[in-house]
């Protein structure tokens, strides 16, 4: 039998509209960044989509841009919105604080990380642009799920995951970048 065992994890990403959810899902799969790109898919038109996108999810990934206050004040209507949506009362949620690369910030990271807090989330800045912080999100949100085994063991059928040789000591692969609140 392979020790290797794969397994696949469902992770939300969402937010408001223009915060950079695409542009983070790219930068992490495909190292690419497209300053055009279109996020259009939590317009209205796609409302009919949302309890099966919600659905069996391990893991979400909650982002608002720094420098649009309107995007951060609108998270708890997001956190709601999850709440009567998603399947799982163990699911690992991260705050991402996006755009970071860009001047005149109006959320400031102690902010996000009290709300990180008060909603016990993880919780990071990034930027898609730059790629910080990018790769760091995703892979603590993955270990913290790994870490919760009511989260994918029943997927698994009681295989356990198999973590490489640096994600074994613990502590997180980032190196304390990610703030575990």
């Known amino acids: 039998m392979d020790d290797d065992v794969l397994t696949t994890l469902k992770i939300l990403i969402i937010g408001e509209s223009g915060v950079g959810k695409s542009s983070l899902l790219l930068r992490f799969t495909d190292d690419t960044f497209d300053p055009e790109l279109a996020d259009t898919a939590g317009q209205e038109r796609f409302r009919t989509l949302t309890p099966s996108y ?21 998270l708890d209507n997001w956190l709601n919105e ?22 005149n910030h109006e ?13 016990s989330m993880l919780f990071i800045e990034a930027s898609a642009k730059t790629r910080d912080g990018v790769q760091c999100a995703f892979e603590e949100l993955v270990e913290k799920i790994i870490q919760t085994p009511g989260l994918w063991e029943s997927e698994t059928q009681g295989r ?10 613990g502590g997180g692969s980032c190196g304390g970048y990610c703030s575990l609140v």
């Not at 919600?54 to 609108?74: E, M, P």
């Not at 009362?89 to 970071?100: E, S």
């Not at 400031?108 to 909603?119: I, P, Q, V, Y």
Request: aromatic share 8%.
């Open 107 to 119: 959320v400031d990271r102690s902010e996000g990380l009290k709300f990180a807090r008060k909603h």
């Open 54 to 74: 919600y659905r069996g999810a391990q893991g979400v990934i909650l982002v608002y841009d720094v420098t649009r206050r309107d995007t951060f004040s609108k």
């Open 160 to 169: 356990g995951v198999r973590l490489s040789d640096q994600q074994q000591g």
């Open 82 to 103: 999850l709440e009567t949506y998603c399947t799982r009362n163990d699911l690992v949620k991260m705050l991402v604080g996006n755009k970071i690369d860009k001047e």
